[in-house]
């Protein structure tokens, strides 16, 4: 992969080839291309400048719009003085699209085209055949599966209402205990 470390306004970026940067603003007007030679550092796969090498190389960027960036406020404040200022502040932006990175001893990357397999479409018939059982045994699987969660289903129905008559009988014996004790704590201390 073929990057290179440029300096571009006092700020270093990252940047490859078709890659599009917003950058501070360039003396340049909007079409033009320009030429960039405060370049750090160029890397190729194995291949590598830096220092003095990596001068030689030059990038070539196109610029393709002038614009504003976010609004930032800025607010000044003074305490005990009543003194409070408000102002925005929209950077003026470049958009560059770079074109080209060049350098003595550049190789020229290939790129890998797609290629379509033909006459690969139909299946074996043995893979149509093999697929069609899978089919089928997942099929009586689903239905056994099925029928497994009707019976449980109808056990936990069946254990549900048993309970509910257990727990009358409980309360019942609850309530026969109760009055005794509702009975002193209804008297009056003296």
Do not use: C, W
């Amino acid at each position: 992969m073929l990057y290179a470390i440029a300096k571009i306004n006092g700020k270093q970026y990252k940047v490859t080839e078709d890659q599009v940067l917003t950058v501070d603003r360039l003396p340049v007007a909007e079409g033009k291309t320009t030429d960039i030679k405060d370049i750090i550092y160029v890397s190729q796969d194995d291949n590598r400048l830096v220092g003095a090498d990596a001068k030689k190389a030059t990038i070539k960027a196109k610029v393709v719009e002038e614009l504003l960036g976010p609004k930032v406020l800025v607010f000044k404040y003074k305490k005990r003085k009543r003194h409070r200022k408000l102002t925005g502040h929209r950077q003026v932006l470049t958009k560059i699209k770079i074109e080209s990175i060049d350098f003595p001893g550049k190789k020229k990357e290939i790129k890998k085209t797609t290629t379509k397999k033909t006459g690969a479409k139909e299946k074996p018939k043995a893979e149509q055949e093999a697929g069609k059982k899978n089919e089928a045994k997942e099929k009586s699987q689903k239905q056994d599966d099925k029928k497994q969660d009707s019976k449980t289903a109808e056990k936990k129905t069946a254990t549900k209402s048993a309970k509910p008559k257990e727990t009358a009988e409980k309360t019942t014996n609850k309530a026969s205990v109760t009055p005794k004790s509702d009975a002193k704590k209804g008297q009056k201390k003296v």
